[in-house]
């Protein structure tokens, strides 16, 4: 939803541009600005205080039995459900991170009025699968590392509607500043990797990704 040069750096101050958002991120945008107008258009009596969190990809154990859309990347890499990896970048933050935050959104003194950016960092997905391949592959996983081109991902996009909506995103890259978080909130992002392998043995252990013959678990 916010178009920039690669390499740009966000931070609380910026916003998705909501006319070139995808519908979601749209959604988000509209509704987080319309939580702010609210709080502001109350009557002293009656205003609280509001605080925001925004995270980026959320990763780490999972800790429920249902699948949601944040199972999507590791699920696929885990299975092999691609011959290859499309060159784009995901700003990740660990949902152990997330559910610190909300519990210091509410009890650090320097929070309310504030919006936070929680992502630890940004990483490629040929990043993440790398660190899938070091720990799993003698496990008997077979992930994929080599680089899609992008050819190959616009062809495949006229008869896969969910690829054609990533297209614009292939290639990009942005850094999120998370030292408000970090300062306010005392939030220590967990590095990505450990979110990574975490997430990936926990799907193993709850049955959304199948044990394989060589499948040790941790150690």
């Given at each position: 939803?916010?178009?920039a040069?690669?390499?740009?750096?966000?931070?609380?101050?910026?916003?998705?541009d909501?006319?070139?958002?995808?519908?979601?991120?749209?959604?988000?945008?509209?509704?987080?600005?319309?939580?702010?107008?609210?709080?502001?258009?109350?009557?002293?009596?009656?205003?609280?205080?509001?605080?925001?969190?925004?995270?980026?990809?959320?990763?780490?154990?999972?800790?429920?039995?249902?699948?949601?859309?944040?199972?999507?990347?590791?699920?696929?890499?885990?299975?092999?459900?691609m011959?290859?990896?499309?060159?784009?970048?995901?700003?990740?933050?660990?949902?152990?991170?997330?559910?610190?935050?909300?519990?210091a959104?509410?009890?650090?003194?320097?929070?309310?009025?504030?919006?936070?950016?929680?992502?630890?960092?940004?990483?490629?997905?040929?990043e993440?699968?790398?660190?899938?391949?070091?720990?799993?592959?003698?496990?008997?996983?077979?992930?994929?590392?080599?680089?899609?081109?992008?050819?190959?991902l616009?062809?495949?996009?006229?008869?896969?509607?969910?690829?054609?909506?990533?297209?614009?995103?292939?290639?990009?890259?942005?850094?999120?500043?998370?030292?408000?978080?970090?300062?306010?909130?005392?939030i220590?992002?967990?590095?990505?990797?450990?979110s990574?392998?975490?997430m990936?043995?926990?799907?193993?252990?709850?049955?959304?990704?199948?044990?394989?013959?060589?499948?040790?678990?941790?150690?």
């Amino acid at each position: 939803g916010i178009t920039a040069p690669n390499g740009t750096e966000f931070t609380e101050k910026n916003w998705s541009d909501v006319d070139k958002a995808t519908t979601y991120a749209k959604s988000k945008t509209l509704a987080e600005k319309a939580a702010w107008e609210f709080v502001k258009n109350l009557p002293d009596s009656k205003k609280f205080e509001l605080v925001v969190l925004n995270p980026g990809f959320i990763q780490g154990p999972v800790i429920r039995g249902t699948h949601c859309s944040s199972l999507e990347a590791i699920s696929r890499l885990m299975k092999r459900a691609m011959p290859a990896v499309p060159k784009m970048s995901f700003a990740i933050v660990d949902v152990r991170d997330v559910a610190a935050a909300h519990i210091a959104g509410l009890t650090a003194p320097n929070a309310a009025g504030n919006r936070y950016v929680l992502v630890s960092e940004n990483i490629w997905m040929g990043e993440m699968a790398q660190v899938l391949y070091d720990e799993f592959k003698s496990q008997g996983y077979d992930v994929p590392t080599r680089t899609a081109p992008y050819f190959l991902l616009w062809t495949l996009s006229w008869f896969d509607k969910a690829l054609a909506l990533l297209l614009p995103d292939i290639g990009r890259y942005s850094k999120f500043i998370n030292t408000q978080a970090n300062k306010d909130l005392g939030i220590t992002f967990k590095p990505v990797k450990e979110s990574i392998v975490d997430m990936a043995y926990s799907m193993i252990e709850r049955g959304f990704i199948q044990k394989t013959p060589n499948y040790k678990g941790r150690d």
